[in-house]
């Protein structure tokens, strides 16, 4: 049964509220970022394969440091998928 998906999904969530908005805020930051960060970097090195994988090693490195150091390891982990589905 289809309403079975729902049931789960709000029992999922509302477990901790708090923590769950959190993760969303988070989730919306790194997607932006990532997006962002990308379109600059493809504006900019479009037409320098080099350069650009250079970035993007770079940019794996910043999101690597980012899921293991500061506070908002999720932020850096959807930030750095989106970057990679951008380009």
Do not use: E
């Not at 509302?14 to 988070?26: E, F, N, T």
């Not at 250079?54 to 850096?76: K, M």
Request: proline letters at 5%.
């Amino acid at each position: 049964n289809a309403y079975w998906i729902s049931v789960t999904i709000l029992i999922l969530t509302l477990a901790d509220v708090q923590a769950s908005w959190a993760k969303s805020v988070l989730r919306i930051i790194g997607t932006f970022l990532g997006a962002a960060v990308m379109v600059v970097v493809l504006s900019v090195l479009a037409q320098h394969p080099g350069l650009y994988c250079v970035c993007l090693f770079l940019l794996g490195v910043v999101c690597g440091y980012g899921l293991a150091g500061p506070p908002f390891p999720y932020a850096f982990t959807i930030g750095g998928v989106t970057a990679l589905m951008v380009s």
